[in-house]
């Protein structure tokens, strides 16, 4: 019985101020909601599924992404309707400025979302933040977790507090199980917990259908993103003195092979498929602008949230996070062999 206690708590949702929210929400209101710029599975079924969940307690919702997301995640119900800012900003900084209330899914720094957290800033609506990223900025509403591998967990265990679980259904429960999917690498990473499988063991009593899930969002490449893959991979630096590995890809071969949105989503992870390795990193040419995306995987103790902080102007989690470089190909890769050298003893000691 103790046991049970402890288990249930440690996924209990802490938000300060919940009651007030709560009554907030008891009356119809006009709501925004926003997830981070790149929307990935986590960021767009987590709007998804509060959005669906709100509009069945009788709010208006609309999701506002601040630029387009890939194809792989739009089978999902609603996710057509989302506004995508880039596209339409006066549209959605309308709907911004007549929200009465904010959802902010899956980030935490309005950094994150470029003009439209210019917008945001501008509101004085009450915002709420749900959260599993390190270190947050400060918002009306807080529900900030980092042990949580997936903001969708933390949007069940919301519904669950807000004593609603007769409104989950198969369709906020395929979003749900969508972020969980994709943020946790398909169950794999070691922060999916106990309290993880219980949320997804009630997601299937909701009817959803995993291997179809599965199918939309792994099963659905181009020809181009396989043959893309193999630029990448062609690529591939090891470093076994470092226990890491880095490719890259240009905006050229990206132009020849017509990269899609998304097209280059988990190439990183290939690098920690080499025996013994623990750091992976893919350099991608943004399409657009005149910067580097770069991808940072790791294994274990290796802190990747805080490389990207320290030294590329990003962040994210310990094992999965991103950052930029302004310095051109050849620049940033010689910046990054250099660095190796100076993690050497740290990333030699990495248990796994
Ligand atoms: P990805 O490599 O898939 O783009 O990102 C991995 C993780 O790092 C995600 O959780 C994402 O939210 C976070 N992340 C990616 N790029 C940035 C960035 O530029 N800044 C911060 N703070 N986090 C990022
Ligand atoms: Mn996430």
Not at 232 to 245: I, N, T, Y
Not at 276 to 287: H, K, L, P, R, T
Not at 293 to 313: E, L, M, Q, T
Request: proline residues 3%; charged residues 25%.
């Amino acid at each position: 019985m103790y046991i049970v206690r402890y288990i249930l708590s440690s996924q209990t949702m802490q938000m300060q101020n919940f009651e007030e929210l709560k009554k907030l929400l008891s009356q119809s209101k006009r709501i925004v909601l926003l997830p981070h710029r790149n929307p990935d599975g986590d960021a767009i079924g987590s709007t998804l599924a509060m959005s669906h969940y709100l509009t069945k307690k009788g709010h208006e919702c609309e999701i506002i992404a601040p630029n387009d997301f890939p194809k792989f995640l739009k089978w999902m119900d609603g996710a057509k309707r989302i506004s995508i800012a880039e596209y339409n900003p006066g549209k959605s900084r309308i709907l911004i400025e007549k929200a009465e209330l904010i959802f902010i899914l899956d980030f935490n720094s309005i950094s994150r979302i470029d003009e439209v957290g210019d917008w945001l800033q501008r509101s004085t609506v009450p915002k709420i933040m749900i959260d599993h990223h390190q270190e947050p900025e400060q918002f009306d509403f807080m529900y900030s977790d980092v042990s949580i591998p997936a903001t969708c967990q933390m949007v069940y265990n919301f519904i669950e507090a807000m004593g609603d679980m007769e409104l989950l259904d198969k369709t906020i429960s395929e979003c749900i199980y969508t972020g969980i999917m994709t943020d946790t690498g398909n169950f794999r990473f070691r922060n999916t917990s106990a309290s993880t499988h219980r949320v997804v063991a009630e997601l299937l009593e909701r009817g959803i259908e995993i291997d179809k899930i599965y199918n939309q969002v792994f099963d659905t490449q181009s020809p181009n993103r396989l043959k893309m893959l193999g630029l990448a991979l062609d690529s591939l630096e090891a470093f076994p003195q470092h226990r890491s590995a880095c490719m890259f890809l240009t905006r050229e071969q990206q132009f020849e092979y017509g990269s899609q949105k998304g097209d280059t989503e988990g190439f990183v992870n290939y690098g920690l498929g080499i025996s013994d390795f623990v750091f992976s990193v893919i350099f991608i040419e943004d399409q657009q602008n005149d910067f580097i995306k770069i991808s940072f995987r790791s294994k274990g103790s290796f802190d990747v949230n805080a490389f990207a902080r320290k030294h590329f102007n990003g962040g994210g989690h310990i094992n999965a996070a991103g950052g930029r470089s302004e310095l051109n190909m050849e620049e940033t890769l010689q910046k990054f062999r250099e660095l190796l050298d100076i993690y050497k003893e740290e990333l030699q000691a990495v248990q796994i």
